[in-house]
Nanobody
């Protein structure tokens, strides 16, 4: 079974930075979309950032200019650089990957807690 292993979460000060990492094991082929979602208690999971095959990116309005997504397909990895963190960024962050095709694979990471607090 494929697992998405996340790391990099933790506690950050307002204005600080964290870098999330997600790696699929075993490695995946035909990756299409790779991205990050976040969820807070009582709310649905929301898209934070995504990158599709070819390099096009999409960001939630609340993180534009502060977060940057990158991917390394050879290692089936996706990263999220989070700068200028705010308390509102506190959430559980989930890695997500999807293969090519409507009926292709889709996997979620286990989630990593990001807490922004002074």
């Amino acid at each position: 079974q494929v697992q998405l292993v996340e790391s990099g979460g933790g506690l950050a000060q307002p204005g600080g930075s964290l870098r999330l990492s997600c790696t699929a094991s075993p490695k995946l082929s035909d990756l299409n979309a790779m991205g990050w979602y976040r969820q807070t208690p009582g709310n649905e999971r929301e898209l934070v950032a995504s990158m599709i095959r070819g390099g096009s990116t999409r960001y939630a309005d609340s993180v534009k200019g502060r977060f940057a997504i990158s991917r390394e397909d050879a290692n089936s990895s996706v990263y999220l650089q989070m700068n200028s963190l705010q308390p509102e960024d506190t959430a559980i962050y989930y890695c997500h990957v999807r293969g090519l095709g409507f009926n292709s694979y889709e996997y979620w990471g286990q989630g990593t807690q990001v807490t922004v607090s002074s």
